[in-house]
C-alpha cells in the first residue's frame, strides 16, 4: 500500500529493485488533448530508471472506470 507523501514510482521501482524483476508490466490512461501519449510522472519514471524491460499497455475506457484490484 502507498502511504500519503510516497512516490508510487520510487516504490514500484524499490520492489523491481528487491525481487530482480526481469519486467515491468504498467497501465497508461493518459492523452494529451492533441492526442499524442503523455506519460504521468510515475510512468515516466519507470520507463527511464527500472532495472528491467517495462511494457506498457493502453488501459481502454472500461479497464480505465474499474475499481481499482485490492
Known amino acids: 500500500m502507498v502511504g500519503r507523501g510516497q512516490d508510487v514510482g520510487d516504490l514500484l521501482l524499490g520492489i523491481a529493485t528487491q525481487e530482480q524483476a526481469e519486467l ?14 503523455n506519460l504521468g510522472a510515475s510512468a515516466r519514471r519507470l520507463v527511464l530508471a527500472a532495472p528491467c524491460p517495462v511494457l506498457a499497455v493502453k488501459v481502454g475506457p472500461r479497464a480505465a ?6
Open 24 to 37: 515491468l508490466i504498467i497501465g497508461l490512461r493518459r492523452k494529451s488533448p492533441i492526442g499524442n501519449l
Open 65 to 70: 472506470n474499474a475499481a481499482p484490484m485490492r
